[in-house]
Each structure stands twice: as C-alpha cells, then as structure tokens.
C-alpha cells in the first residue's frame, strides 16, 4: 500500500502565479483533505472533498479551490500566488468523512513562493 | 467553535524517563480527539484516537493518551521514551460536524540519550 502520494515534493514559484497541487489517497479511502502548515504552525484546514464535492471550507479565500476526481484522487489549486501562500501543504485522506475516523497524511508539497 | 491547546513549545526527556505531552480541547457537543507525530521535512503520522468507552486509549509505538472529560485534557504518554521518539506533537479534535481537524501549534519533544 503506497499510502497517500503528494506531488511535486518542492515547487517554487512567483507571486502572481498559480499552482496546482496533486494528491492520490490512501488504497480504500474516498474522503480527501487539504491543509495548509506554515513554518512553526500546526496544520490549518483548507476544505474537504468526498464524493467530488467539496463538503467543507476553512477560512481560506477563494484564490483557493480543489477537485476531486472518480477515482478519488484530488488537486489543490491556488491562484494570484502571494508570499504569504508559502507553506507546506498537506494531503489527508480518511475511509469516510465521519468524524472519528483517522486520517492519514502525505509527505507533503513544500510550496516557496518568491 | 473548536479549539486545542498544547501549553508547551518543548518538551525535554532523558531516555527512559516517562513522557507526557499536554493537550486540553474546546469543543462543542462530543469530542473526537487525536495525536499525531511529525517529523523533519515529513508528514504528519496518526498515533491514536479517542472516540468514545475506555478513557486510556493505546496507539502506536507504545504511545498511550488518557481522556478527561471534566478537565477537557487528553494528555498523550509513553512510560519509557525513547531517542527515535523525538519529533514534533500535534494534538486534534473535531466535533461532530465532520470534516475539518483543528490542530494545536504542536509541541517538540527532545529526548536525551
């Protein structure tokens, strides 16, 4: 099982720009989440996708926006790049959106935004 | 509105002593709690997880984490820590309204050989 893949590991890009962030889940999980840690910070919620819809929505502005594909996988796309969007974002993927179930984390993407 | 609280930055341990990583929560209704580990330039890794029965719950590499509901805490613990145990803590609830995990400004642990 070859857990939760985030991709790219690094990226680096200018302000003004727009990225896009990819995540496959865990095998069996169809509930996607993003977060957003900055340096020094615990996780931030970004939103959630389950049945490709995004169910959930934390305090982050629209330049923010997701998908989630049939095959449960998802993107994070960010817009209008500003410094303050550095940061290591994190993909989570859980069994179900039910609040007691786990969710397990990928390396990350280390966003650098210059 | 949620919120967790972990009242150390750091937390320093000689190997072998016990460990103890603070955490207390707000939350509205029936907490759903969890510690994860993270470490340098990594992800963050699930440990375990309070739901509902026994108030000890065991998790991973003999972490164990004990609910209070009167003190609002769920403190994590290791009764011999080891130097491989040194990393970064986060603490985490949610509450009923599935989804979104809020997370504690975490806590480092140093352990000393």
């Known amino acids: 099982d070859a857990g939760v893949t985030q991709s790219p590991t690094h990226l680096i890009k200018t302000r003004g720009q727009q990225v896009t962030l990819r995540c496959s889940p865990k095998?069996?999980?169809?509930?996607v989440s993003w977060y957003q840690q900055a340096l020094g910070q615990g996780p931030q919620f970004i939103f959630q996708?389950?049945?490709?819809?995004?169910?959930q929505r934390g305090n982050f502005p629209d330049r923010f926006s997701g998908h989630q594909f049939p095959n449960y996988s998802s993107e994070l796309n960010v817009n209008a790049l500003l410094l303050g969007d550095s940061a290591l974002y994190l993909c989570?993927?859980?069994?179900?959106?039910?609040?007691?179930?786990?969710?397990?984390f990928g390396q990350g993407t280390r966003l650098t935004v210059v | 509105a949620q919120s967790v609280a972990q009242p150390e930055d750091q937390v320093n341990v000689a190997e072998g002593n016990p460990l103890t990583v603070k955490c207390t929560y707000s939350?509205?209704?029936?907490?759903?709690l969890f510690w994860y580990v993270q470490y340098p330039n990594r992800g963050l890794q699930f440990l375990l997880k309070?739901?509902?029965?026994?108030?000890l719950v065991k998790g991973s590499y003999g972490f164990e984490a004990e609910f209070n509901k009167s003190q609002t805490s769920f403190h994590l613990k290791k009764p011999s820590a080891l130097v491989s145990d040194s990393a970064l803590y986060f603490c985490a609830v949610r509450d009923a309204e599935w989804g979104k995990l809020q997370f504690g400004a975490g806590t480092q642990v140093v352990v000393t050989p």
């Open positions: 095998s069996g999980h169809d509930t």
């Open positions: 309070y739901i509902t029965g026994d108030n």
């Open positions: 939350v509205s209704g029936n907490p759903y």
């Open positions: 996708y389950y049945e490709e819809e995004e169910r």
């Open positions: 989570a993927s859980s069994l179900d959106p039910g609040p007691g179930t786990e969710a397990f």
